[in-house]
Nanobody, 124 residues
Framework: RCSCRASGGGSVQAGGPLRLSCATSGFNLNYYAIGWFRQAPGKERERVACINSGGDTTTYADSVRGRFTISRDSAKNTVYLQIDSLKPEDTAVYYC?????????????????WGKGTLVTVSS
């Protein structure tokens, strides 16, 4: 069974850092792009970061570029989202998801597996 499980959320002060983890299982991370998404109350889900199956290409939403960093540890089957300089508008449920990429360089266009989210609440 394939799964992605996000963790690491919590309540934090604005300006602080937070690292989210996405533990994957049931599939080979080297064939999947992994994306981080978020959904704030009353808003549509937004893709904030993606790392390709090769682990050598990353993309970010304009709203988070420069503050968010996606990375992965293939040995641990885990993808991370480092968030620096948190802002109240970063408050959302954060999800990770996997997209089968195979030999293609997909960058989180159509996700295949989704996990439960982790809530990040940023107070000013």
């Amino acid at each position: 069974r394939c799964s992605c499980r996000a963790s690491g959320g919590g309540s934090v002060q604005a300006g602080g850092p937070l690292r989210l983890s996405c533990a994957t299982s049931g599939f080979n991370l080297n064939y999947y792009a992994i994306g981080w998404f978020r959904q704030a109350p009353g808003k549509e889900r937004e893709r904030v970061a993606c790392i390709n199956s090769g682990g050598d290409t990353t993309t970010y939403a304009d709203s988070v570029r420069g503050r968010f960093t996606i990375s992965r540890d293939s040995a641990k089957n885990t993808v991370y989202l480092q968030i620096d300089s948190l802002k109240p508008e970063d408050t959302a449920v954060y999800y990770c998801a996997a997209e089968f990429s195979g030999s293609h360089n997909y960058l989180c266009i159509g996700m295949d597996y989704w996990g439960k989210g982790t809530l990040v609440t940023v107070s000013s």
